[in-house]
């Protein structure tokens, strides 16, 4: 029979650890708890334990910490995102930029200036441009449903994962993270849905009409909403979505997909104009940027303007420099860089993205900017900077793993006199510049808050070459 683990009582919590839940010292060990801040005391039922860390759930409140806010959503505890709602704004930011300096110093182990304060987000709700839910007929239910004699009827459900199931779907009514047209949208095509017996999508079996819904918005004020469906039922489908399209004229881009594949993506699918455009087109600044439904773009678009528009002061153009912008994804930062280069070249490894980046450059008038397709560290070589020229500045917007050593072995060769990295994930980065710092020293670190309500930070550091 398997031990029970302990439990720990009268317990402070003292701070917050790197992927946001809440931090407790028992003894040498460091004990991880969610839904709790700095200042509770709690008991912890333990969960798991090693020799030098251990998880847990708390299982009682004695004090509740000052610092402590009330979530604003019905679904907070559940739905596994937002897990910070219950941290003032302000508090977030302040531990977002200890996370930033605990991992520049202890994995980094660089020599850094004064770190600005963090940018916080201007929204801190209904600030996402894009999300996506998922079809269900398997909802996860409630303690209370479970406990009951008789298990609901009603079984479908469009929201999100629980964490950790796979083929469990929480129904949201209400999400604060997008615009309120998102919900309108969501909760219509689930009440046309049942009102019409189509079938929600079985996650372990794979069969049923409706699979996924995704919702993009735009500061524009256009609107882009995309129906994944497994089964090929043109009447259903046509019923329903000629249904939205009259009863939401806001809708400038109705799209579906057919997608019977295993996973979720549809990067490899057709895409189906159903009315509209194939497109939204979203601004920032006097720059415009077409956004297709397989295409990347940062999800808080206001922010993302800020974060540029930080990039493009760190690079100190004059208008003399080639710059290289690598992980260019959809060419926005390649945009907002060019009229004040002499020439941008841009870097990425999904070639549906390099044609992006291509349109948004002819949308904006830029013609000194040129894109290329192929994995980082295949296509950065000696050899590649021996036929388009050494860049003067090199900018670099990794995905979360950060950047291949041999990527940084030939950004060291070719020297550029400026480099500015911008990371969603400071342990990474802070991996990436102790390589660097053999030949750079860093200049500026500028922290930006995309995500309110969650642990997740970008980070923007400047490195000069040493004299």
């Known amino acids: 029979m398997k031990k029970k683990l302990p439990l720990l009582e009268h317990v402070t919590v003292s701070g917050v650890a790197a992927e946001g839940k809440a931090i407790v010292r028992d003894g040498e060990r460091v004990v991880f708890v969610p839904f709790a801040v700095p200042g509770d005391t709690v008991d912890i039922q333990l969960t798991r334990k090693k020799n030098s860390y251990a998880e ?23 739905c596994g995102g937002c897990q910070w709602q219950i941290l003032p704004y302000p508090e977030q930011l302040r531990w977002k930029q200890q996370q930033v300096v605990d991992q520049l110093t202890r994995i980094g182990k660089v020599e850094l200036p004064e770190i600005s304060p963090i940018l916080g987000s201007g929204k801190t709700q209904c600030y996402r441009n894009k999300l996506e839910f998922t079809f269900s007929d398997r909802r996860w239910l409630t303690e209370e449903e479970i406990r009951s004699d008789r298990l609901p009827e009603e079984r479908n459900a469009l929201g999100f994962h629980i964490p950790g199931s796979f083929d469990k ?129 940062q999800t808080n678009s206001e922010q993302a303007c800020r974060l540029y528009s930080t990039v493009r002061e760190f690079a100190g153009l004059t208008g003399t420099e080639h710059v290289y912008d690598l992980y260019t994804g959809t060419g926005t930062i390649a945009c907002f860089l060019a009229r004040h280069a002499r020439r941008i070249t841009g870097i990425e490894y999904v070639p549906e993205a390099i044609e992006d980046a291509k349109v948004n450059a002819a949308l904006n008038g830029i013609v000194n900017a040129h894109f290329l397709a192929g994995d980082m560290k295949d296509l950065l070589t000696a050899d590649f900077v021996e036929t388009h020229g050494r860049p003067d500045v090199l900018v670099t917007d990794p995905p979360r793993a950060g950047m291949h050593d041999d990527v940084i072995k030939t950004i060291l060769r070719a020297a550029p006199r400026r480099i500015v990295y911008v990371s969603c994930n400071p342990a990474s980065q802070a991996r990436d510049l102790n390589l660097l710092d053999v030949d750079y020293r860093i200049r500026k670190v500028q922290p930006v808050d995309m995500f309110p309500h969650t642990h997740h930070v970008e980070n923007i550091v400047l490195l000069e070459r040493n004299a």
């Open 56 to 78: 847990g759930r708390v299982v009682r409140f004695h004090t509740r910490s000052p610092q402590r806010a009330e979530p604003f959503c019905e679904h907070y505890g559940i």
């Open 169 to 297: 779907v929480l129904d949201i009514r209400r999400c604060w993270l997008q615009d309120e047209i998102s919900n309108r949208i969501r909760n219509e095509v689930r009440t046309f849905a049942l009102a019409h017996g189509f079938t929600f999508f079985n996650l372990r079996n794979r069969g049923g009409l409706l699979r996924n819904l995704v919702i993009r918005t735009a500061t524009t004020g256009e609107v882009m909403l995309t129906v994944v469906c497994y089964e090929d039922d043109e009447p259903g489908r046509t019923a329903l979505l000629s249904h939205l399209a009259a009863r939401f004229p806001e809708i400038t881009s109705l799209l579906y997909v057919l997608n019977q594949k295993a996973n979720d993506t549809i990067t490899d699918r057709e895409v189906h104009v159903f009315k509209g455009n194939a497109f939204i087109t979203e601004q920032m600044e006097d720059l415009k940027f077409n956004i297709g439904p397989k295409s990347f773009f």
